[in-house]
């Protein structure tokens, strides 16, 4: 799990605690937490415990991903269960908590008739900043976002790239230990998601800020976070680190030109563990397990020595997408058996 | 020559500010409060938006003050001018203050839910209850603003005018502290009715239109059916509005009023008590009436 930078940040007693990345107590703890809507079951029984990391919440339209983060902030009693974010209780330290914990709503809703300035130093103001501290945040969160030049403009001029990132400015401007993105990078072209992303990844590794973002798009998920929380119809999935999958550990699938038995003699002689392709379309395919990043000068070595053409190299190892896929599967199956 | 003066002209450097944390004080939820009555103020009087905005609330606080000026103005100049008394003067500005209140009031709620500003606010430091309060007592200081000052200002024009003029304040201090209470009370009424229409309607305009018409249309309703029916239970028809019943108020406080005794509001003589009574009551059905009307739907 990639460190961000150690912070300060008041906690619950008072106290001013410098508070590193690493063995920092969890920023969100539930036990049991469950929301129904009438018969409608939104989050069912959720045990979790999220490390300060970028954290991101995955889960299919509908899954309970927005319930999960309108009741981690306190907005949404839950049916049943207790919870802690950043430290405060989410059932009785509603209002101290949002003091200490940014949100990003996914819905578009920016006043039309204010200023980027007005708006995000209100914001601040609303979050319990003294008013000259909070015009002076709202312009340097204004700044970190990119809107600098345009704080003075109305927001009514701006395009949905720029409203995305007053909204993240809001979000941010009192310098929460957590902040909550929902969907994000919604409603964007191209280039205004990747500067979105871009701008999510710098406030955990820059600001230091920990991130909860919510998306059902698996790449944003797996680019930018390093801990995965996956939801499907209100129940959890999995929780789990990020880093490990697919890049230190696992399996390469290697396609070349050449002498195949060679190849794999070779990589063999180095310490790795080689077989065939199974399938019939991948009979030639080699499969190379390896426990260390060296696999890849070994591959390498090993096709220059018999000047062999590398035609393909790709990870067989288990994605995001993988586990989603797999565990979402296996979690509805298990389900229609006990049904 | 120093090292300044050998930079050249062109010369610039870009650096990166960075990210700084924030480690100053926090002031909790009565702060957070605070800044969200004192921020829907100055939106409401188009502050920090174009003059247009501004136009409106600026041309009825002239309608409710320029009337005072020509009165002590006239009064100190002309022998035989006479200023008018406070029922008269609540009477007149009755329309101004209703147009008033349905300027700030849809300004207050419907721009936020049109807008889709609700999620914002709800996650910052403050609840759904602190939000309607808040809108709540930005109404009323604005409305104040138009019903309490004014009429001071009246107070203290008929009492310069006087030949004694310290006297004179002496004598009618007590008429300082009701015109100021009738004031604030037309001020929380209104401002409550204000917020319960635009509480229920979205389209700012739609809200603006129903204020002032719905009050209009209550009052001669109230007068026409009090004036058709014969009947001893006509006199209840004056709590089909509040402006009849604020009339009333005024009225019972200052009983040499210049209003005509075939008025509903001398006829129909229910207590002063009864009428603080049933406007207490309007004031307690609408907040929790807009109370509702904010409270989570889930």
């Known amino acids: ?50 490390p300060r990391a970028s954290v991101g919440l995955l889960g299919a339209n509908g899954a309970g991903k927005t319930t999960l983060i309108r009741t981690l902030l306190g907005l949404s009693k839950p049916t049943k269960g207790t919870g802690r974010v950043v430290g405060y209780d989410i059932l009785t330290q509603g209002t101290q908590l949002r003091q200490h914990v940014g949100y990003m709503p996914e819905a578009e809703g920016l006043p039309s008739g204010t200023t980027a300035a007005d708006f995000v130093g209100h914001m601040a103001e ?3 900043l003294p008013a000259r501290a909070a015009r002076q945040r709202a312009a340097d969160v204004l700044y970190q976002v990119g809107l600098a030049e345009e704080r003075y403009r109305l927001i009514k001029g701006f395009s949905t790239g720029m409203r995305q990132r007053v909204k993240l400015a809001t979000a941010i401007v009192h310098d929460p230990d957590l902040v909550f993105l929902d969907e994000p990078t919604a409603g964007l072209d191209p280039q205004g998601r990747e500067e979105m992303l871009e701008l999510v990844e710098r406030i955990y590794r820059t600001m230091g800020i920990a991130v909860v973002f919510s998306s059902h798009i698996l790449e944003d998920i797996e680019r930018i976070c390093d801990y995965v929380v996956i939801l499907d119809n209100g129940r959890l999935v999995t929780s789990q680190p990020l880093a490990g999958i697919g890049d230190v550990q696992g399996t390469l699938v290697v396609q070349i030109e050449g002498d195949l038995a060679a190849f794999s003699s070779l990589l063999v002689e180095r310490g790795y563990q080689v077989e ?20 890849y000068d070994a591959i390498r070595d090993a096709a220059v020595r018999l000047n062999a053409s590398l035609r393909s190299l790709r990870s067989g190892s288990r994605t995001l997408e993988d586990i989603y896929l797999g565990d979402v599967g296996a979690m509805r199956e298990a389900q229609d058996v006990v049904s | 020559m120093s090292s ?51 136009v409106v609330p600026f041309c009825l606080y002239l309608s409710a003050v320029i009337p005072v000026v020509v009165m002590v103005g006239a009064a100190a100049l002309l022998p035989r001018a006479e200023i008018a008394g406070y029922p008269r003067y609540f009477d007149g500005i009755a329309l101004v203050t209703w147009i008033f209140i349905a300027t700030v009031a849809p ?48 107070w203290l024009g008929r009492q310069l005018v006087a030949n004694d003029p310290g006297h004179a304040m002496r004598t009618h201090l007590d008429d300082l502290g009701k015109v100021m209470l009738i004031g604030v009370m037309l001020a929380i009424v209104g401002g409550v009715a204000g917020l319960v229409v635009a509480s229920a309607i979205d389209r700012k305009a739609v809200a603006v239109a129903v204020i002032v018409a719905g009050e209009l249309t209550l009052t001669a309703i109230a007068h026409f059916s009090f004036v058709a029916v014969h009947a001893d239970w006509r006199r209840y028809f004056i709590f089909l509005s509040a402006n009849n019943v604020f009339s009333a108020v005024v009225h019972r406080f200052f009983p040499a009023s210049t209003l005509d005794e075939t008025f509903m509001e001398i006829q129909a003589s229910f207590s002063l008590q009864t009428y603080l009574l049933y406007l207490l009551a309007l004031v307690a059905i609408g907040v929790l009436f807009v109370r509702w009307r904010y409270l989570p739907r889930e």
């Open chain 1, 1 to 50: 799990m990639t460190m961000a930078p150690a912070r300060t940040s008041a906690q619950p007693n008072g106290q001013v605690a410098r508070t590193p990345a690493d063995g920092a107590p969890p920023i969100i703890e539930t036990r049991g937490l469950r929301k129904a809507y009438g018969g409608v079951v939104a989050l069912d029984g959720l045990d979790l415990i999220v």
């Open chain 1, 126 to 128: 609303m979050s319990g």
């Open chain 1, 276 to 295: 065939r392709g199974k399938d019939d379309m991948a009979l030639n395919d080699l499969i190379v397990h390896f426990t260390d990043d060296e696999v």
């Open chain 2, 4 to 54: 300044a003066s050998a930079i050249p002209a062109t010369y610039g450097e870009v650096f990166d500010r960075g990210y700084a944390h924030y480690d100053g004080r926090r002031q909790g939820r009565l702060a957070a409060w605070w800044a969200l009555t004192a921020y829907s103020m100055k939106r409401a009087m188009g502050i920090r938006k174009p003059w247009t905005a501004k």
């Open chain 2, 107 to 154: 300004e207050m709620l419907c721009v936020d839910r049109r807008e889709h500003t609700l999620p914002f606010y709800f996650s910052r430091a403050i609840t759904r209850s602190d939000y309607v309060l808040a809108k709540l007592a930005a109404t009323v200081l604005l409305t104040m603003t138009l019903t309490v000052i004014p009429v001071i200002l009246l």
